[in-house]
């Protein structure tokens, strides 16, 4: 997928902007506050059909406007695309595709990924479980629409059971339900648990190479899965997992009576990252968060390149301003395949690799040059 250009109306501080793009490195410079995160967030909205910063649609929307209107302009499976998107506060979100209305994305989302790397991304190390499980969960619901549609029915179904623990103290009927709900919560964390192990693995041999040439060859890599500790191979079939999350469930049911929640499952997966064996979560300095954090982003985008068979568009929102020039050189080499946004505050050793420079100010592109 290349993205050729976008417009967008009332898209948080985006007013009338209109952009042009170019098919391989495109820098977008401004000051602080005038739009190029924002800018980026739409260019990932209108290609996975969903945010990296908003809870809600309503969100995105200008505080000044009633509603947002985006317009991307695309060339996908060598077929131009004008995909078009209204958002409301009253409303659910509006698509077009080519002047068809459509109930949702997947024409473009099946076909496209986007890689993002912002500054949130160092979490990725040093945070709790939930942003690991949202980096797999990310990628492997652009690689394959059906995790996508078990992992939303994962969240529903542990809403649920979650719910009837919470209840059952005064409704203790409630719990007739549970043996359902344990049965379907052990069936679709089979199938996630199944993909992300597979995913885990292949992440980690491709970050560990990016790693240690990023640091030059002083720092080993490693990415290990945890799921629930009953299972000896995540990477089992789905059928074979099956039993082992329910026999785990029935084992927990007196204990998350108690607790009023739920206690086991792959809600609670994460990836531990080792450097030099040791983890990076409580030993790693600001310097190794970032390198580690950033060999991570670019395994994804290689992953994605070999099961889609062309790179995924590359996001990359202040990446450059904290690395050595050394680090920024390696990080703007091993980015400049395929189509690339940077943002930067001034111009600076990215502007040496773009095919397009976008000055942004106050949610408008003001002009451009090559």
């Not at 000044?64 to 131009?80: C, P, Q």
């Not at 209204?86 to 595709?97: G, N, P, V, Y």
């Not at 629930?228 to 089992?236: A, E, H, L, R, T």
Request: hydrophobic letters at 40%; charged letters at 30%.
């Amino acid at each position: 997928m290349i993205i050729s250009g976008i417009e967008a109306e009332g898209f948080r501080n985006l007013s009338s902007l209109r952009a042009e793009f170019d098919g391989g490195v495109n820098v977008i410079v401004g000051p602080n506050g005038q739009g190029k995160t924002n800018l980026l967030e739409a260019l990932y909205y209108m290609t996975t059909g969903r945010s990296f910063r908003a809870r809600s649609e309503a969100e995105m929307i200008s505080f000044t406007a009633d509603g947002a209107l985006v317009t991307m302009r695309a060339r996908l499976s060598d077929r131009e695309k004008e995909i078009k998107l209204e958002l409301s506060r009253q409303s659910r979100r509006k698509i077009w595709i080519n002047g068809v209305r459509r109930k949702n994305m997947d024409e473009i989302s099946e076909h496209a990924a986007a890689v993002l790397f912002c500054p949130d991304d160092l979490h990725i190390v040093k945070a709790g479980s939930s942003p690991r499980r949202r980096l797999m969960d990310s990628a492997l619901s652009q690689i394959y629409p059906r995790y996508s549609s078990d992992l939303q029915a994962y969240g529903k179904t542990l809403e649920g059971k979650s719910r009837i623990l919470r209840d059952s103290a005064e409704k203790p009927r409630l719990l007739e339900l549970i043996d359902e709900y344990d049965d379907r919560l052990a069936a679709l964390g089979a199938r996630l648990i199944h993909y992300r192990a597979r995913y885990a693995r292949r992440l980690s041999e491709i970050a560990s190479g990016i790693h240690r040439d990023f640091s030059g060859g002083k720092e080993e890599l490693e990415i290990i899965y945890r799921t629930v500790s009953v299972i000896d191979d995540p990477s089992m079939r789905p059928a074979e997992l099956y039993p082992l999350l329910l026999d785990r469930l029935r084992q927990l049911r007196a204990a998350e009576r108690a607790a009023m929640q739920c206690l086991s499952g792959a809600h609670k997966d994460d990836l531990e990252i080792l450097i030099n064996g040791r983890s990076a979560k409580k030993f790693a300095s600001q310097g190794q968060t970032r390198t580690a954090a950033l060999s991570v982003k670019l395994a994804e985008r290689d992953i994605f390149t070999q099961v889609m068979g062309e790179p995924p568009i590359l996001l990359l929102d202040d990446v450059l301003s904290e690395l050595d020039e050394d680090r920024q050189s390696f990080i703007l080499n091993r980015s400049a395949r395929g189509q690339v946004f940077i943002t930067c505050c001034s111009l600076d050793r990215s502007s040496g690799f773009a095919e397009r420079i976008l000055p942004i100010y106050e949610g408008r592109v003001d002009g451009e040059s090559v």
